[in-house]
């Protein structure tokens, strides 16, 4: 198994500077290839690390906006060949893919009649590609439809999204072998008091909570923001990692993990 971050920048403010890359998440797990949430870069850095776009069996969106689904629309391009083969699975919450109430779709109906299947996933769904099971999971965060996903091969992945801790997060969570954490905000955002005041993202002190109640084997954070990457995000995975006991690890742009 292999997921390899073809950046690790998050948020408007993240992404739009580009300290850091952005771009996603490419997973190979169970002989199938995923691209995850491929924001802002992620065609430039995938063909730079040379990641098979013409092969993915799916790509995945968790939510409407512009750092997770920028490039899906040239991604499905590339895959079914300009249109000229219908192949390939979409998979992804309402918004990204039907638009929700005010919010426009990120993936045009043009590209969409080019793919094999399409599959709109809502938290508590599941779909299977091959021998992967995928589970929907629900999120709070400013796309009302958004989601995350658990991905279950012969290693369980979850893949939190973007969003605040709430209570019963946990339970659609647990059991995995590795978490991957969106962490835009650091501790001292919050210095310990209190709930932020933009309480839609992910924050140290939420994802130590989260940690404690689902206790993976190892759990990668990434999708920083600014004051992440100023901080240190190192330092915080060395924090969560003394609280929990878990094995915590801050994702570099283009690291990859084998399994």
């Known amino acids: 198994m292999k997921i390899q971050f073809l950046g690790t920048a998050g948020g408007r403010f993240g992404v739009g500077r580009q300290v850091r890359a952005s771009g996603g998440i490419y997973i190979e797990i169970a002989g199938k290839k995923l691209y995850l949430d491929p924001g802002p870069g992620a065609l430039v850095h995938a063909r730079k690390n040379s990641i098979p776009l013409e092969d993915l069996d799916a790509i995945l969106l968790s939510h409407v906006h512009q750092d997770h689904t920028n490039d899906a629309n040239i991604f499905i391009d590339i895959l079914t060949k300009g249109g000229w083969i219908k192949k390939g699975t979409l998979i992804g919450n309402m918004t990204a893919i039907k638009g929700y109430k005010d919010i426009e779709k990120a993936v045009l109906d043009y590209y969409q009649k080019s793919l094999e299947s399409i599959v709109v996933m809502e938290p508590g769904n599941t779909t299977d590609i091959g021998n992967l099971k995928i589970t929907a999971t629900p999120t709070m965060h400013g796309d009302p439809k958004g989601i995350g996903f ?110």
């Open 150 to 259: 658990v991905i279950e091969g012969k290693k369980t992945i979850s893949y939190v999204s973007d969003g605040c801790y709430f209570e019963g997060l946990e339970d659609y969570h647990k059991n995995s072998d590795i978490m991957i954490l969106n962490m835009i905000f650091p501790r001292e955002e919050r210095k310990g008091t209190g709930e932020r005041k933009n309480n839609k993202h992910m924050d140290t002190y939420s994802a130590e909570k989260l940690l404690r109640k689902t206790r993976p084997e190892v759990a990668i954070i990434q999708h920083f923001g600014v004051t992440m990457i100023e901080t240190g995000p190192e330092k915080e995975a060395q924090w969560l990692e003394d609280q929990t006991g878990i094995k915590v690890i801050a994702a570099k742009d283009f690291q990859t993990f084998e399994f």
